[in-house]
């Protein structure tokens, strides 16, 4: 075996690899509830597992592209986001002060010396 052939069939591993963590992670937006999650993600694992043994640089090339484009046409409109990551509802909900700003917090209190 080539360096060449060795190095595009790791390419391949790394993208079917890709591919499924961000389809099983897309299975969770679709699923109501956990054991919905469950069979779709028995199906997706099925999915793979059948194309397993193909050997052929050239066919693992265009079922990747067509896994690739089938996953980007049913990807969910609406993913769930956590909601203190980038995105979700919580993140930087309070941000610290710039640097420079004081914070006074007995404003509008008289000295009563």
């Known amino acids: 075996m080539s360096a060449s052939y060795l190095a595009r069939r790791a390419a391949q591993k790394e993208r079917v690899r890709i591919l ?18 469950y069979q779709d993600a028995s199906g997706l694992r099925e999915k793979f597992e059948a194309n397993k043994h193909v050997e052929d640089l ?7 592209a067509d896994a690739e484009a089938t996953y980007n046409k049913w990807r ?35 000295d009563n010396d």
Do not use: C, Q
């Not at 050239?58 to 990747?64: E, F, G, K, V, Y």
């Open 76 to 110: 969910h409109p609406d993913p769930y986001i956590v909601p203190w990551a980038p995105g979700g509802t919580k993140f930087t909900r309070n941000p610290t002060p710039p640097s420079g700003i004081e914070i006074i917090y007995g404003y509008g209190r008289e």
């Open 58 to 64: 050239d066919t693992i090339d265009r079922m990747i």
């Open 20 to 37: 499924y963590r961000r389809a099983l992670k897309d299975t969770l937006n679709w699923a109501v509830h956990r054991h919905l999650f």
